[in-house]
């Protein structure tokens, strides 16, 4: 008898083709993000040492998404301020997507958890 996921071979030994293995999520979101706008500073830690000014479109406590006018590569990090909440974290890109002709939209993870 066969069953889905299984396969038998001579001598009658069956082999499992299907593995289930539970391994910690690393590129998952781990906290609920809450929509706030807020204004924030971006400064690219590359070559360009470029300060964009941008806007938060939803925050965690541990990564915000952005929109900027320019596009950012994932990977990359950057110094994210908030002057208003008092906020200085290091972050790193997690993507970078196009939303508008001009726009993009930018995932940043902080390396520190941030609290409100």
């Known amino acids: 008898m066969s069953r889905p996921g299984l396969s038998q071979r001579e001598g009658e030994e069956i082999y499992c ?3 289930l293995l539970m391994l910690p999520c690393t590129t998952c979101r781990h906290e609920k993000r809450t929509p706030r706008a807020m204004p924030v500073d ?5 070559e360009s040492q470029l300060n964009v000014r941008a806007v938060t479109e939803n925050v965690s406590p541990r ?3 952005i929109v900027i006018d320019s596009n950012c590569a ?6 994210l301020t908030a002057r208003e909440e008092g906020v200085k974290s290091l972050a790193r890109v997690v993507y970078c997507q196009p939303v508008e002709s001009t726009k993009f939209a930018v995932g940043l993870q902080l390396v520190v958890r941030v609290e409100e």
């Not at 994932?74 to 110094?79: A, D, Q, R, T």
């Open 17 to 19: 083709f299907v593995f």
């Open 42 to 46: 971006v400064l690219r830690l590359d």
């Open 63 to 65: 990564g915000v998404r």
């Open 74 to 79: 994932p990977g990359k990090h950057v110094l």
